[in-house]
Every structure is written in C-alpha cells, then in structure tokens.
C-alpha cells in the first residue's frame, strides 16, 4: 500500500474564495483521484488526475470549478474554485495502480472544507 | 449499468455480537470488489478485496466476505463486534476504467 498525505487537514473559507489541496504520495502510482464526500453520503468520484495531461472529469465536474494539477507520479492538487456554501464536503484523494490483479485504491486522510 | 447496493442504512449490534452487512452489486463481468471502511474523521481504510480464487476472503481486523456469484452479492462479517468497529462501511466495485463504484454505505453503531 502507499502513504498519502494531504493538505490542509480542515479549514474553513469565506464564500467566494479559493482553496487549493495538496496530495503527496511516497511512491510513483500510475492513478490518482479526487473524490467528494457531502455530509453523511457515500463518496462521488471528481476526476482522475492525469500525470502530464488534463484531467478527466465525471459528469457534473468541471474544470473551471475544480481545476486539478498533476505535475508527476507521486503529487497532485485540487482547487475549489469560487466557493460556495454547496460545496462543503470532505476532499479525498486516493491512489491506485493499473493492474489486473490489483485495483484497490488507497485513500489519504481527507480535507474536511466549511465554506461560510 | 454497474451499480453497488448496500440495502441497510444503519445497523445496530451489541457488543459481542455477530454482524453481516449486505452488499450486492450488478456488473457485466468478473467484478473486482471492496470493502473500505470509514471511521469518524478519518479517511477510507481496505478492509478487504475479492479478484478471483477463494470465495471466502479473510481481511483486517476480523473481518470475512464472501462471494457468491449466484446472488450478485459479496457480505461483509465477523463473529463478534467490539465497540472500535462503530464506523461507516462502504462496498465497491471496480469497473473496467479502473474507477470505483460506491455504495451508499451502512453505519454500524455498537450497543454497549
């Protein structure tokens, strides 16, 4: 398994403003990705980060909303851009590693956001 | 379409208590699945996976699943609960993206 961590923890913004996490891995992983987590629901999959590339959103993410940057195998970012109260949520990361007999993917901690 | 459906919102046990949490899913193919539990402000922890092989799979902590393709499902148990298990409890399924499908998740609240 890989240890990822992430950036900020928690914090709470103002309306209107920025936030930019951060997601470290201690290894070169093949997939990373950023998931939404609202209050007491199940998790909904943002978009995969692409090493060199654009990302990959799902339906209903865009990029001016969420931009996402991944500039090697082992780092990513996603900014919430705008912030409105709507998107209070908790931010994950995970990665994972394109194998046949492997597709879990591991999980960081999570940024816990409260837009007021 | 793929889906995962876990039927119980919440699940209440004792202490010493057996739990099953149910989780069925609809999939085209050979379907790679999870059990990842959550605890209170933290992030997603892999209890278990099943690929192929064994049906009964053996994960952390005291934790079993076991497939059975005939009924689409692939339930979540252990013999005997302790209070440390209160956690939320999500089953997923890889699709062929490598990307997960969820589902809603079963809260499991221990009774002293």
């Known amino acids: 398994s890989a240890v990822i961590s992430q950036k900020p923890s928690r914090d709470i913004c103002q309306r209107g403003t920025s936030l930019t996490i951060q997601c470290q891995v201690d290894?070169?992983?093949?997939?990373m990705f950023w998931y939404r987590q609202q209050p007491g629901q199940s998790l909904t999959l943002i978009a995969t980060?692409?090493?060199?590339?654009?990302?990959?959103?799902e339906s209903g993410f865009v990029i001016d909303k969420f931009p996402i940057s991944r500039p090697n195998l082992t780092f990513s970012t996603l900014t919430v851009s705008n912030m409105s109260p709507e998107d209070s949520s908790i931010y994950l990361c995970s990665v994972g590693r394109q194998a046949v007999t492997s597709r879990e993917q591991f999980f960081g901690p999570g940024t816990r956001l409260t837009v007021l | 379409a793929q889906s995962v459906t876990q039927p119980d919102i919440h699940i209440t046990v004792s202490e010493g208590a057996s739990l099953e949490l149910r989780c069925n899913y609809s999939y085209g193919a050979t379907p790679y699945l999870f059990w990842y539990v959550q605890s209170p402000g933290q992030g997603l922890q892999l209890l278990l996976k099943y690929f192929s092989g064994d049906t009964l799979v053996q994960g952390i902590k005291g934790f079993e699943a076991e497939f059975k393709r005939s009924q689409s499902s692939f339930n979540l148990r252990k013999p005997s609960v302790h209070w440390s298990d209160a956690a939320e409890y999500f089953c997923a399924v890889s699709d062929s993206n490598y990307q997960l499908i969820w589902g809603a998740g079963t809260k499991l609240i221990i009774k002293p």
């Open positions: 980060a692409n090493q060199g590339s654009e990302a990959t959103y």
């Open positions: 290894s070169q992983v093949t997939m």
